[in-house]
Nanobody, 122 residues
Framework: QVQLVESGGGLVQAGGSLRLSCAASGGTLSSYTMGWFRQGPGKEREFVAAISWRGPTYYPDSVMGRFTVSRDNAKNTVYLQMSRLKPEDTAVYYC????????????????WGQGTQVTVSS
């Protein structure tokens, strides 16, 4: 069973950038579709990016052009590069894995990391 650990969160000013990492153990990430989700205070968990095991990516309009998801199969790690950050991007960010193609619902991903906090100050 794959285990996921996120890192790279922190405090950043609006307009700044952060890169989150999601390292896997117990499984080979190249076999999984990887999703990134976030959950802000008092909000539901929200899909922000995904990269298929075949390579295609998908983003919602809220982050399109600002967030980029990538994977390094040799390092068994997936990244979320976030730029032009806004205060509304403040949330706990989670990576998640599933064995088939990209889906947007959190319930479709059986494997989750513990999350990393991203705080964007205005």
């Amino acid at each position: 069973q794959v285990q996921l650990v996120e890192s790279g969160g922190g405090l950043v000013q609006a307009g700044g950038s952060l890169r989150l990492s999601c390292a896997a153990s117990g499984g080979t990430l190249s076999s999984y579709t990887m999703g990134w989700f976030r959950q802000g205070p008092g909000k539901e968990r929200e899909f922000v990016a995904a990269i298929s095991w075949r390579g295609p990516t998908y983003y919602p309009d809220s982050v399109m052009g600002r967030f980029t998801v990538s994977r390094d199969n040799a390092k068994n790690t997936v990244y979320l590069q976030m730029s032009r950050l806004k205060p509304e991007d403040t949330a706990v960010y989670y990576c998640a894995a599933r064995t088939s193609g990209i889906l947007l619902g959190a319930s479709e991903y059986p494997y989750w990391g513990q999350g990393t906090q991203v705080t964007v100050s205005s």
